[in-house]
């Protein structure tokens, strides 16, 4: 069987299993999810040792930091990984629920049924936490899913696929329901994304250039951000010694996240007194800074001068743009022009400018006075998440459950007929 002919079978079975999921019970799809859990506890070390064969082949291959990071299994992930199992089997069921019911003048009552969107194909690099976090919100959501990791987390993937085959078995439902590509051949991700008659919906997750890739192929429709460009603008008002840790968070608690802090933006009447000192609390740390003229004395010897490219741009690593502006509305021009949809933020004491800053801005979330690193399905009470989408249709942020999900409308007469 050539890779074609392994992607349609895959397709088919993932459709067949679609039915069984979309009309399986709460109970079976919460029983599966706590299964997991314990699995992902009790089989750690086995985890660990195929891992372990991805890291050791990513070395080799010498795959820069912010990849090998992202590919690590550590125990602070697996915990994770864990906790959202859990966390998402507690949570409502959505499928079957009815929204907005009314009552027509004739007497029909007109609602909408929340439905599973059928199989959803994910394309993603790294990342194998992804993988569960993906597997058990397409679950919950009463979805089939293919899972298509990269090549350098093939290991780690096929043995978390493989626990959730015996958590599915054991709750009784479709194996099939959670798919891994048995094969690192690239040439299994374009034949995938000509499966439009089995697949409903692709889902990229990982560098600008995947998720372009994927766009440009896909025969379905793709839910994605292609980059996130995360700013932070701190007002005049703001309150230094709450921006300095905030700012040190956004920047540095996982640099290579697409929600970390690639720009700060700052207030001319504070920079005098904020950016000696988030200079002093985050260069000492290794954070190099790319300072626009103003700025650039202000943060010593950790700074050299921007140029044109390092405005809007991703750097994924400890480096970090800086942008002194007179006032809010250039820091949302600013953003306006540079960002990609995906984090802003704003520290200010200022109830005003915090609410026009959340009103005005157009992003996936817009935040006041906490760290862009929020910006993720479990720390906005989701669970996990399967994505952020910044694409707005149709969804707009971190995909949880309800974004698994679309609705179907449902009519209920007592023998109506149209004239």
């Not at 650039?296 to 002194?324: Q, T």
Request: one cysteine or more; a negative charge; glycine letters at 8%.
């Amino acid at each position: 069987m050539d890779i074609r002919e392994q992607m349609v079978e895959m397709g088919k079975r993932a459709k067949a299993a679609s039915r069984g999921l979309a009309n399986a019970s709460g109970k079976a799809k919460q029983d599966a999810l706590l299964i997991l859990a314990d699995l992902l506890q009790s089989e750690t070390e086995a985890i660990a040792v195929a891992n372990k064969k991805d890291l050791d082949a990513a070395v080799e291959r010498g795959l820069d930091k912010a990849r090998v990071q992202r590919l690590t299994i550590n125990e602070k992930v697996l915990n994770s990984m864990i906790q959202g199992c859990r966390e998402v089997a507690a949570m409502a069921d959505p499928v079957g629920e009815i929204e907005s019911m009314t009552k027509r003048p004739n007497g029909m009552l007109v609602g909408r049924m929340r439905v599973p969107l059928g199989v959803v194909a994910m394309i993603y690099e790294s990342r194998p936490n992804a993988t569960v976090d993906a597997g058990i919100l397409c679950l919950k959501a009463g979805n089939a899913v293919i899972l298509r990791g990269g090549s350098e987390a093939f290991h780690s993937n096929k043995f978390l696929a493989d626990l959730m085959h015996i958590a599915l078995e054991q709750a009784g439902l479709p194996q099939d329901a959670v798919q891994v590509p048995p094969t690192t051949d690239r040439e299994a991700v374009a034949e995938m994304l000509k499966l439009d008659e089995y697949i409903d919906v692709v889902i990229p997750r990982g560098g600008e250039g995947l998720i372009r890739a994927v766009t440009s192929q896909a025969t379905m429709p793709v839910l994605k951000h292609y980059k996130g460009v995360c700013q932070m603008f701190a007002d005049a008002s703001c309150d230094i010694n709450k921006a300095v840790p905030i700012i040190e968070n956004s920047k540095m608690q996982y640099p290579s996240g697409c929600n970390a802090l690639e720009c700060l933006l700052v207030h001319k009447d504070v920079a005098d007194v904020l950016l000696p000192k988030v200079a002093q609390a985050i260069g000492s740390k290794g954070v190099k800074f790319k300072a626009c003229e103003k700025s650039l004395p202000l943060l010593g010897e950790f700074a050299e001068s921007a140029v044109g490219d390092d405005w809007g741009f991703e750097f994924l690593d400890l480096i970090l743009a800086v942008k002194v502006v007179d006032d809010l509305d250039e820091a949302m021009d600013y953003i306006a022009e540079y960002g990609s949809n995906h984090t802003e933020s704003i520290l200010s004491e200022n109830y005003e400018h915090c609410m026009r800053f959340i009103r005005e801005v157009d992003a996936s979330l817009v935040v006041a006075n906490a760290s862009t690193r929020f910006n993720d399905g479990g720390q906005l009470g989701l669970g996990a998440e399967i994505g952020i989408s910044t694409s707005k249709l149709h969804a707009y942020g971190p995909m949880g459950i309800k974004e698994l999900t679309s609705a179907k409308f449902v009519l209920m007469g007592e023998g109506q007929i149209r004239e």
